[in-house]
């Protein structure tokens, strides 16, 4: 059973840099596609980035140069780093993987969910 799990969320000031982790089992971590999602109060889930079995990645254009995406096949690992944020920002964040072709943004394509870490930043 695929399970995947997130942490690193809390509380920010403007301009901190947390780094998400989401840690993934029951399936071969190495081979899927992940992706990190993120969803705010009354607003639709979207695509932050995503990072491909090669390692190839992609953003969402509005997040490029700030956030960064990584992976640690060795730990099965996920990682998102997120750089000055701002009060924008907040959002529930989740990670998600799909093993189908392509690693994109379309969060219809993603078939496993982590139940999501909260990220609040404050002014």
């Known amino acids: 059973q695929v399970q995947l799990v997130e942490s690193g969320g809390g509380s920010v000031q403007s301009g901190g840099s947390p780094r998400l982790s989401c840690v993934g089992s029951?399936?071969?971590?190495?081979?899927?596609?992940m992706g990190w999602f993120r969803q705010a109060p009354g607003k639709e889930r979207e695509g932050v980035a995503s990072i491909d079995f090669d390692g190839s990645t992609t953003y969402a254009d509005s997040l490029k140069g700030r956030f960064a995406i990584s992976k640690d096949n060795a730990k099965n690992t996920l990682y998102l780093r997120m750089n000055t944020l701002k009060p924008e920002d907040t959002a529930m964040y989740y990670c998600a993987a799909h093993s189908h072709w392509g690693c994109d943004l379309v969060k219809e394509t993603y078939n496993y969910w982590g139940q999501g870490t909260q990220v609040t930043v404050s002014s």
């Open positions: 029951g399936y071969t971590y190495s081979s899927y596609c």
